[in-house]
């Protein structure tokens, strides 16, 4: 087993690599399972925002900028890779579970599925409810992947993380990130949570090389109350997608965007996903933002 809780519980006490802080418990990956060279996104938001909509359209994007693209869904539904391959996969954990949890006895096949083009597909799935880590789920797929070379073909990584949860177990994907984008709609629900993984992803970056790299709006006709909030505390949008029922539609007919008829408004919101790849792919200063108090962000926000 890869990964273990490390809790800090000593007042004044030092933090030492891997640790997250005095008070922390927080999932410590193996320091020797490292991704290696590609270019990692982690894309973090409320739940229901829209996350694997936005990270099966990132990949796609990359895909079509010509780079090996590698997506990771890191959501016990196991749907974040849905639009690209057509069909719901098997999760590393139920695999792993087939083989009495001998990883050496895996093939690539039974885990990694190529969809639209060309996009590599894994669901790391999660622990039945109420055991396990989803620390140790991340952590045993990077090590499969790492064993069986898939990492070293690969030019971007995007882990796609359950909804707005940031306990020890799905802040892992931060460990390995370069770069957290944050999926918001233009709402206070939306923006109060992406408060909340602000503040997870400036623990992580204490002792990890992830930074924010921005906000992506989605669903959203505008971004006035994302703008104030991001105003407020050093953020800034990286992208901007509208609530277009087209877009909606592509879940139920299992398509990418980009595999869709829609006319002009829907050829508008792919070039914004072409223009996000290439902004990440060029590289993104990194922003620190100082997360507000829960108080503050209802005097922002809440009594307009």
């Known amino acids: 087993m890869n990964t273990v809780a ?18 922390s418990v927080q999932v410590s990956l193996d320091p020797s ?3 290696g060279n590609a270019k ?25 900028m010509g780079k090996r693209v590698l997506q990771i869904g890191c959501d016990p539904k196991h749907d974040s890779t849905f639009t690209l391959t057509k069909r719901m996969l098997p999760t590393v954990i139920d695999v792993l579970e087939t083989v009495d949890f001998h990883p050496e006895e895996l093939r690539v096949e039974d885990f990694v599925f190529e969809g639209y083009n060309g996009v590599m597909c894994v669901e790391a799935g999660g622990p039945p409810a109420g055991t396990g880590c989803g620390g140790y ?9 790492k064993e069986h070379h898939l990492l070293e ?50 623990a992580k970056a204490r002792n990890y090389n992830v930074r924010l790299g921005g906000v992506i709006a989605n669903r959203s006709a505008g971004t006035d109350q994302i703008d104030k909030y991001n ?54 200063d990194p922003m620190s933002a100082v997360p507000m108090k829960d108080r503050d962000i209802f005097d922002l926000l809440g009594f307009d």
């Not at 490390?6 to 008070?23: C, K, L, Q």
């Not at 914004?272 to 790849?277: D, H, K, V």
């Open 6 to 23: 490390v809790p800090v519980t000593s007042i004044g006490r030092g933090t030492r690599p891997g640790e997250d802080g005095e008070g």
């Open 33 to 35: 399972v490292k991704i």
């Open 40 to 64: 990692v996104f982690a894309i973090y938001g409320k739940g229901g925002i829209g996350k694997s909509t936005t990270s099966s359209n990132l990949s796609a994007a990359f895909s079509h």
């Open 137 to 145: 789920v991340v952590g045993q797929t990077v090590k499969l992947l």
């Open 153 to 202: 073909d690969t030019d971007v990584v995007i882990f796609d993380v359950l909804g707005d949860v940031v306990c020890g177990g799905f802040a892992a994907p931060l460990q390995h990130a370069d770069r957290a984008l944050i999926v918001t709609a233009n709402d206070f629900d939306s923006i109060f949570a992406m408060n909340r993984i602000v503040q997870a992803i400036g």
């Open 231 to 284: 105003q407020q505390i050093g953020l800034q949008l990286a992208a901007h997608f509208p609530d277009l029922d087209a877009i909606r539609r592509s879940r139920l007919k299992k398509s990418t965007l980009f595999e869709m008829d829609e006319g002009p408004e829907l050829e508008a919101v792919r070039q914004e996903y072409m223009r996000l790849a290439a902004a990440l792919w060029a590289g993104t």
